[in-house]
């Protein structure tokens, strides 16, 4: 890209950093220690919820009822996704109304920000960008919920990828046999991986969470597999290979890829802490989580609790 935008939010991000550091030294504490006492108290960033807008089918949350449950389930901050791809819900919930309801409330929720791969005005990768920047100017933290009724490494999809990892935006996406397609063994997303390696992608949805096994089906990609985990599984060799990836474990997908073998669920979060998300997809007042029991009962070691509920989100988004 042209260097101007570039060079500016890099010197906005590199001022706030030194003020930071400044403020941190004149009190005497490190940069790290005052940098988190900065942020809301609560033992979760949920890296996965959304609003509703009045045209949907469901109870709409509101971002004071989003506030107040997180309040309720010691959850400091959370990302707040628009869904605007056809495929991705019953109604668009747009960037546009992401960045206007969080804007009063920015020290907890982050807006994200989305574009559909197939928008035929956004043609080029240039424009692509130069939205991305709009949106990233404006507050946006991060690009998604990526939803779209494409191929994973559909060209298009590929384009947008290379213009949020240069305008800065991780990628949080949705995987299935619907929306960002692949196959068993997960060669479409290795190839995105190879192609955007300055992408930050972070997985979700079934198909992402269902490779947590090896020995999988193409169906398994849609649903919510209940065998016991086999050796194999694409997510561990992904993660090996390319330290771009990381793991959104919100939402029923989440959940299940660790509750249907508990014993392999934990050792894999404990193995892989430093690229593993904790979030909930909670949408809908008075929704069902299954994540605050969960991770409740898993006993993991504190430093993993640290880079998981918390650390991972905000080292991502910036903020650390
Ligand atoms: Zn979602």
């Given at each position: 890209m042209t260097g101007k935008s570039t060079h500016r939010i890099g010197r906005r991000a590199f001022l706030k950093g030194a003020a930071a550091v400044a403020a941190g030294s004149a009190l005497g504490a490190s940069f790290r220690a005052d940098a988190e006492s900065v942020f809301p108290p609560g033992r979760y960033v949920d890296i996965h919820t959304h609003l509703g807008q009045r045209?949907?089918?469901?109870e709409i949350l509101t971002v004071e009822k989003l506030l107040k449950w997180m309040d309720e389930n010691d959850i400091a901050q959370a990302a707040v996704l628009p869904l605007i791809s056809p495929e991705a819900w019953d109604h668009p919930l747009s960037t546009d109304y992401v960045l206007r309801e969080t804007e009063p409330h920015r020290d907890r929720l982050f807006p994200f920000c989305s574009i559909d791969p197939r928008t035929l005005l956004l043609g080029g990768y240039a424009k692509k960008r130069d939205l991305l920047l709009k949106y990233k100017e404006a507050g946006a933290k991060g690009f998604g919920e990526h939803k779209p009724g494409v191929a994973i490494d559909d060209p298009r999809n590929i384009e947008l990828f290379q213009a949020s990892a240069e305008v800065g935006l991780p990628i949080l996406f949705h995987l299935d046999n619907d929306r960002n397609m692949d196959q068993p063994g997960l060669p479409g997303l290795e190839k995105v991986l190879k192609e955007v390696p300055n992408g930050i992608f972070i997985g979700h949805a079934n198909g992402f969470w269902a490779s947590?096994?090896?020995?999988?089906?193409?169906a398994d990609l849609s649903a919510y597999p209940k065998t016991p985990v086999q050796p194999g599984g694409a997510l561990d060799r992904l993660m090996d290979a390319y330290p771009n990836l990381y793991g959104d474990l919100s939402a029923g997908s989440g959940s299940n890829a660790i509750e249907r073998d508990l014993a392999f669920g934990r050792e894999f979060i404990v193995r892989r802490a430093d690229r593993l998300l904790f979030g909930t997809?909670?949408?809908?007042?008075?929704q069902q989580v299954m994540q605050l029991a969960l991770y409740r009962t898993l006993d993991l070691p504190e430093a993993v609790q640290a880079k998981v509920f918390r650390d991972n989100a905000r080292r991502l988004l910036g903020l650390l």
């Open positions: 045209w949907g089918f469901r947590i096994s090896g020995g999988i089906t193409q997809d909670y949408l809908a007042p008075a």
